[in-house]
């Protein structure tokens, strides 16, 4: 096993599944727009072979894992039993949004929140929901802030109700085709992290975690700013820091309404996303996708990127225990070898 960077590190986003496109079988070129349009209904395929493996080489104990675009509750759910050790999972409102795209039936809030509650009855996704809230997959209108925020409120709900968490989505990558489009007039929650507020202010007991921290991909930090203002404004709101270059840590460590105590690790493995290099530049590396190369045909090492920037903090190790695990633990009541493990102080 790899030489761990904490007492108990764990994963807070990945996907364990792969989906099956079969660009190749179907004659039809691999790009990142047949991509998007069609990712959703793929089918796909258990992958955690390839994540057993990471999280040996690079140390890592746990993974929560998360369904996305079209991935199965029902496969992520087998995984956590085979592997009870390695993965908890969220869950989200894959049928619902399948058959909107099939035509099979119209997408609805109460029809999400229905699937939702259901799944979370089982027992099986005690991390929450997540990836993001659920949203109409094809609208055939722009959605306002107040028509997605009564979407938003029968989900938080659901949450409320199971005493869950919630992952909010920031952010989209640049190199998705469609993807700025589709955040904005479907869910304008991914398009601006200060809509948050507005969500906890009113569900003040409900935990969100936002997903990205506010950068999902590219150079820019827009989002971040935002992202944290939210984090520093709330007792129980969460950022993930897994897509951070090292500087990106700065404000978060610094602010006293953040602080060491709300960061949470979590990659995106599995993801199709790359680590992008550009030496002699600000940052000089960071996670995105280039459309004219085309998709990666390896597993990108999210991963052990992720690791080397935190490898440049100059914080103390039970700083960078919280971080990489201990808040973690904490906030999906993750079992550990012993108690003790992470910063504590005596009342």
Not at 95 to 106: D, V
Not at 207 to 215: S, T
Not at 222 to 227: A, E, L, P, R
Request: glycine share 8%; charged share 25%.
């Amino acid at each position: 096993m790899g030489i761990a960077r904490g007492r108990f590190v764990v994963d807070t986003h990945v996907h364990a599944q792969r989906h099956a496109a079969k660009f190749r079988e179907r004659g039809i070129k691999p790009d990142f727009l047949a991509l998007a349009k069609e990712m959703s209904l793929m089918g796909t395929y258990d992958n955690s072979a390839r994540l057993l493996y990471d999280m040996e080489r690079y140390g890592v104990d746990m993974c929560v894992l998360q369904p996305a675009f079209g991935m199965s509750n029902e496969l992520n759910a087998e995984l956590v039993k085979k592997y009870p050790d390695k993965f908890v999972a969220m869950c989200n409102a894959v049928e619902t949004r399948n058959k909107a795209l099939r035509g099979e039936a119209e997408w609805t809030a109460e029809a999400a929140a229905k699937e939702i509650d259901e799944l979370l009855g089982t027992g099986l996704y005690q991390a929450g929901i997540g990836e993001g809230i659920p949203c109409n997959p094809a609208p055939k209108k722009v959605i306002t802030w107040p028509e997605r925020f009564d979407e938003i409120c029968q989900i938080m709900d659901v949450a409320q109700k199971h005493k869950v968490l919630v992952s909010y989505h920031t952010g989209t990558i640049s190199g998705y085709a469609g993807t700025g489009f589709l955040s904005r007039n479907v869910a304008p929650d991914w398009a601006d992290p200060m809509l948050a507020y507005e969500i906890k202010c009113k569900y003040t007991d409900v935990p969100l975690i936002m997903a990205h921290g506010g950068m999902q991909g590219w150079w820019s930090e827009k989002y971040i700013d935002d992202t944290l203002q939210v984090a520093a404004s709330f007792d129980n709101v969460y950022i993930e820091t897994g897509m951070y270059w090292a500087e990106l840590y700065e404000k978060p460590l610094a602010d006293p309404n953040i602080g060491v105590e709300k960061l949470i690790w979590g990659t995106d493995w599995g993801a199709s996303d790359f680590v992008y290099t550009r030496l002699g530049q600000y940052p000089s590396t960071y996670v995105d996708q280039v459309r004219r190369w085309g998709l990666p045909g390896h597993q990108s090492d999210l991963m052990g990127w992720s690791l080397r920037q935190l490898d440049k903090l100059d914080v103390s190790q039970d700083d960078l225990n919280l971080i990489l695990g201990g808040n973690a633990v904490r906030l999906f009541k993750l079992k550990v070898p012993f108690t003790r493990l992470f910063r504590e102080y005596s009342e």
